[in-house]
């Protein structure tokens, strides 16, 4: 939406009294600013309600939440605009106390092109992840392990080719179309670390390469890597592509350690023993985006108070151990973190129902909270409805955790959302 239409949507729902008018398909969306206005008009001067935020990194709720981002000394141009959390829409299903968004893997071939495709025979070569020199800086010897078993090729641009070994057959720049092409006739798709969460693996095993993903140990997060300094999370990535790690999975993605010799050669060894077939995620072709912006139109309503989606049908409670996050159980147990159902998760008697016994209780404005510590049976509530966190690991209670189940290819939707 261009700036000026955009300014025209929020300012006819400034007043609360617009709210009752306003349909479902008209919500605003925006990319991430850094700075907190929105061509002259401030975000608390407009309905937060109605506004989407295109997010690409994620936001979690200690960001977002003002006062509590102040309070811990999070100092990011980003966050602290006070939504609802969920009215942040991600590039992956990485953030659960966002929306997954998504988009479409590309295609770029015409009709012509699709016959000949399929006609295309694969060669014993593979495709490295990085069109920048930089990106293969001490690379050289997990790449020679690859190039013992397979021709390597590359798409680097730029002058500077210092860091790419001889060996390597680099193609420069290319076409969508022509990229296409080479991917069909490739078998593995090589990751080097860098660039995070990229829609290039999509598109690589889209076409029948497997991925070779790097495994990140120790994680890494704004802890420990710059890049992610200043941006609005705290989350750790385990891999290059955590999304192809947890949710593709082998055959068609192999997380491995570069620095074990033998776990990358077994890996090359055992992708070249197959026959990988091409997979496209649902939830990344065109319709199965349009089946989750569909039930986010439908369904997510910031405006109106408590809208009862997903279905409470959905909801299975899992308690986390002390130092673990509601992602990570939720995840543990093949499941989504579902922060809309914090709330029924918010009071004694919600407890009694999965036998957790309340004997006393208290509210804080925390993101570790709820919680309840086993050895006292003291349980600790949300006190602040934006603090709802599925991040959040308290280091010696056990949080009270809503999963839900989902719809394999489509994380955003769990089964009974349709």
């Not at 025209?8 to 479902?24: G, N």
């Not at 290039?200 to 992610?228: R, V």
Request: charged letters at 20%; aromatic letters at 10%; proline letters at 6%.
């Amino acid at each position: 939406m261009y700036s000026n239409q955009l300014m025209k949507v929020l300012k006819e729902v400034r007043h609360e009294c617009a709210l009752s008018r306003i349909r479902p398909s008209q919500s605003a969306q925006t990319a991430v600013p850094n700075h907190h206005s929105l061509g002259g008009l401030s975000i608390a001067e407009v309905s937060g309600c109605m506004l989407r935020v295109l997010d690409s990194f994620g936001t979690e709720p200690e960001f977002n939440h003002a006062n509590y981002a102040q309070s811990k000394g999070h100092k990011t141009p980003w966050g602290k605009w006070n939504l609802n959390p969920q009215q942040f829409y991600t590039m992956f299903p990485h953030t659960p106390d966002n929306s997954f968004l998504g988009f479409v893997v590309e295609q770029h071939l015409n009709s012509s092109d699709i016959h000949h495709i399929n006609e295309i025979k694969r060669q014993n070569q593979s495709l490295v992840y990085g069109k920048v020199d930089n990106f293969w800086k001490n690379k050289k010897l997990y790449l020679d392990i690859i190039h013992t078993y397979m021709e390597v090729h590359a798409t680097v641009y730029g002058s500077s080719t210092k860091n790419i070994p001889s060996y390597v057959k680099n193609h420069g720049i290319l076409s969508g179309r022509d990229l296409q092409f080479l991917l069909r006739e490739t078998k593995l798709f090589v990751g080097l670390g860098f660039p995070y969460e990229g829609p290039a693996p999509l598109e690589a095993i889209a076409n029948g390469c497997a991925f070779l993903n790097p495994k990140f140990n120790p994680p890494k997060s704004s802890k420990n890597t710059d890049f992610f300094i200043g941006k609005p999370t705290l989350r750790e990535l385990t891999s290059q592509h955590p999304y192809a790690e947890v949710f593709i999975g082998r055959p068609h993605v192999w997380t491995v350690d570069l620095d074990n010799q033998e776990e990358v050669e077994d890996a090359v060894k055992a992708i070249l023993s197959q026959k990988i077939e091409p997979y496209m995620p649902y939830e990344f072709t065109c319709e199965g985006m349009l089946q989750r912006i569909n039930a986010f139109i439908e369904k997510q309503d910031f405006c109106h108070g408590q809208v009862m989606w997903p279905p409470l049908s959905a909801l299975q409670v899992k308690l986390a151990e002390p130092g673990q996050s509601c992602k990570q159980v939720c995840q543990e147990n093949q499941l989504i973190c579902e922060p809309s159902f914090f709330q029924h998760l918010n009071k004694d008697k919600d407890m009694l129902k999965y036998e957790v016994i309340c004997q006393s209780s208290e509210l804080a404005k925390d993101i570790l909270v709820p919680s309840f510590d086993p050895k006292s049976k003291h349980c600790v509530f949300q006190g602040d409805l934006l603090l709802f966190s599925c991040a959040g690991a308290h280091p010696r209670h056990r949080r009270i955790c809503p999963c839900r189940d989902f719809i394999k290819g489509q994380v955003a939707l769990c089964k009974d959302c349709l």
